[in-house]
Nanobody
């Protein structure tokens, strides 16, 4: 079993940046894909960014060039650097292990972009 703990959310002004972190328990971290999803009020949960165990990344079109996902296998941690944030990025952000909705989920961290 994998447990995930997210941190780094908060309130930021439009145009600002935040970095989310997700620490995973267990010894399989380096072997599995990791992802960040988000869910805004009234909307479905969507994949924002994913990083495979070999380092290959993929992004939702809406965040390409602004968000960057990375991982540190030595620390069992995956990061999401979010730049040029806009109100449309306001959501609860969830860390996912397995890059699958059937995978493991963190508790979520709120990101609010507002002036």
């Amino acid at each position: 079993q994998v447990q995930l703990v997210e941190s780094g959310g908060g309130l930021v002004q439009p145009g600002g940046s935040l970095r989310l972190s997700c620490v995973a328990s267990g010894s399989i971290f380096s072997f599995i894909g990791m992802g960040w999803y988000r869910q805004a009020p009234g909307k479905e949960r969507e994949l924002v960014a994913g990083i495979h165990n070999g380092g290959r990344t993929n992004y939702a079109d809406s965040v390409k060039g602004r968000f960057f996902i990375s991982r540190d296998n030595a620390k069992n941690t995956v990061y999401l650097q979010m730049n040029s944030l806009g109100p449309e990025d306001t959501a609860v952000y969830y860390c996912n292990a397995g890059l699958s909705r059937a995978g493991y989920w963190g508790q979520g961290t709120q990101v609010t972009v507002s002036s």
